[in-house]
C-alpha cells in the first residue's frame, strides 16, 4: 500500500556556545549553580469534534479501510483518516499498519497524547516495522514541540527504521525518508557534520524537496555559507512559498552585506510564516545596550561578581572566525559567545562575554521576551565561565 509522503517542519538553528573544560573553583560558581529554570511545554491543540466516518461500509474489510485512511490523509481529511483507521483498528487489533495509521492521523489531529499511546501500542506489536518508526520519528521531531531529548528520541526511531528497512526498489521511498529524518534530528542535537552525509543519502534515494532544503539548511549551520546559499537559492526558486528558505537565505544574504536584498527574503518569510518569524526586536545600539546593563543590574550580586572577571561585549553578529572556532563550527544564529578558559585555568586570552544583537533581536517577539533572553544568555554564558558543559545548561534551564 502506498504510503503518504514526509511533511517536514524546520526549525530555527540552535542557538549553541562554545563548549569550554568543566573545573571552575570560584566563590561565584556554587551560586552559578544554584540558578535553574523549567522549560515549557508546548500546549496541545484542542481535540476536534467528533463524527466522522469511514466511507468503507464494509467494517471487516481491513485492507479497504486502510486504503481510504491514506487516500483522506493525502487530502488532509484527518478526521476521516482516523475514522477508517480505528475500523480497520478494530476488525484486525495486532494490525500494525492499522494501529500506526491511528497513531498518524491522532498527531495530525494535534491529539498528542493520544497519538503517543497509539504509536507506543504500533512499536510494541512491531518494534522494527519501518514505517511506524518514520512515524514516531517524525512526530517527535515535529509535533511535541522541539528540544534535545525530543530530538535524540527521534534520532533513535529513525536509525531503527533505516536499519530494519527494506532494499527494494519499492523501499527506497521509505529508506530516503527515514535518512532525511536521521539528517534532521542530527542537526537538531547541533551535530551538523554528522547529519550532512544522512541528507546525501537520503538525496541519492530519490527523497522529495525537503531534503533539498534540509541539505542547504545542514550547510548553513556548517557555515558553508556559499554552498548554503546555492542550495538554498535554489530551493527557493522551485518553492517560492517556503518561509523556512527565504528566512535562512536571507540571513546569509545580510551577512554578505547585501541588506535590501536580505530583507526582502526575511520580510517574504515574515509574510509567509509570521508565527515563527516575527518582525525582530531590533533596538538601536545604544538602547540595547542599556537593556543588558539594566539586566547585568538585575542578577544576583553573586552572578555579579563571576561577570566581573569578564568584558561584556556587545555585536551585530558572530564573526566567522569565531564560528570557526570550534568543529564543527556554531551556526550563524548563535545568540552569544564566551571567549577564554573557565574561571581557575590560566589564559592568555582575556575572557569575554559577546552578546549578538541581531540575533537576540530575533529570538524575541517583543521587548520583555528580548529581556529574558538576554538574561538567560548572559547566565549561560557566564556558565561556560564557571566550567558547565551543555548537558549542566541545558538542564538549568538555559540551553
Do not use: W
Not at 537520503?202 to 532544503?213: H, K
Request: hydrophobic share 40%; proline share 6%; charged share 30%.
Amino acid at each position: 500500500m502506498g504510503r503518504r509522503s514526509l511533511i517536514l517542519l524546520a526549525a530555527l538553528a540552535a542557538c549553541t556556545v562554545r563548549r569550554v573544560p568543566e573545573k571552575a573553583p570560584d566563590a561565584g560558581v556554587a551560586a552559578f549553580h544554584a540558578v535553574g529554570a523549567e522549560r515549557e511545554r508546548p500546549a496541545a491543540i484542542p481535540r476536534p469534534a467528533m463524527g466522522a466516518t469511514c466511507p468503507v461500509a464494509d467494517k471487516g474489510d481491513v485492507d479497504g479501510s486502510l486504503d481510504a485512511a491514506v487516500r483522506a490523509f493525502d487530502v488532509q481529511d484527518y478526521a476521516t483518516a482516523l475514522a477508517c483507521a480505528e475500523q480497520a483498528g478494530r476488525a484486525a487489533p495486532r494490525s500494525v499498519e492499522a494501529q500506526h495509521d491511528r497513531a498518524d492521523a491522532l498527531a495530525a489531529l494535534g491529539r498528542l497524547d493520544d497519538a503517543k499511546e497509539a504509536y507506543t501500542l504500533a512499536l510494541a506489536l512491531d518494534p522494527d516495522d519501518p514505517q511506524t518508526l518514520a512515524g514516531a520519528a517524525e512526530f517527535y521531531l515535529n509535533r511535541l514541540g522541539g528540544g534535545h531529548d525530543l530530538a535524540q528520541i527521534g534520532l533513535e526511531y529513525a536509525r531503527r527504521g533505516s536499519a530494519h528497512v527494506g532494499r527494494r526498489r519499492e523501499d527506497r521511498e521509505q529508506a530516503a525518508r527515514l535518512a532525511l529524518l536521521e539528517a534532521e534530528s542530527l542537526d537538531d542535537l547541533g551535530r551538523s557534520d554528522e547529519a550532512l552525509p544522512r541528507v546525501e543519502a537520503s538525496l541519492t534515494l530519490g527523497a522529495t524537496s525537503e531534503a533539498r532544503y534540509q541539505k542547504g539548511l545542514i550547510l548553513f549551520h556548517l557555515c558553508r555559507l556559499e554552498a548554503a546559499k546555492q542550495a538554498l537559492s535554489t530551493f527557493v526558486d522551485s518553492n517560492p512559498d517556503d518561509g523556512y528558505a527565504h528566512h535562512h537565505l536571507g540571513l546569509i544574504l545580510e551577512r554578505e552585506g547585501k541588506t535590501a536584498l536580505a530583507e526582502e527574503h526575511l520580510a517574504r518569510a515574515r509574510t509567509l510564516l509570521p508565527d515563527e518569524f516575527p518582525a525582530p526586536t531590533i533596538l538601536p545600539s545604544g538602547e540595547f545596550r542599556e537593556l543588558v546593563d539594566a539586566t547585568v543590574a538585575s542578577l544576583d550580586p553573586a552572578m555579579r561578581r563571576l561577570l566581573g572577571n569578564a568584558r561584556l561585549e556587545i555585536e551585530d553578529l558572530p564573526e566567522i572566525e569565531d564560528l570557526l572556532a570550534v568543529d564543527p563550527p556554531f551556526p550563524p544564529t548563535i545568540l552569544g559567545l564566551y571567549r577564554g578558559a573557565p574561571i581557575g585555568e590560566a589564559s592568555t586570552e582575556p575572557r569575554a562575554i559577546v552578546l549578538y544583537r541581531k540575533n537576540l533581536a530575533r529570538a524575541a517577539k517583543n521587548r520583555d521576551e528580548l529581556a529574558r533572553q538576554v538574561t538567560i544568555t548572559i547566565l549561560h554564558e557566564i556558565g561556560h565561565m564557571a566550567g558547565a558543559d551543555e548537558d549542566e545548561l541545558r538542564a538549568r534551564g538555559l540551553e
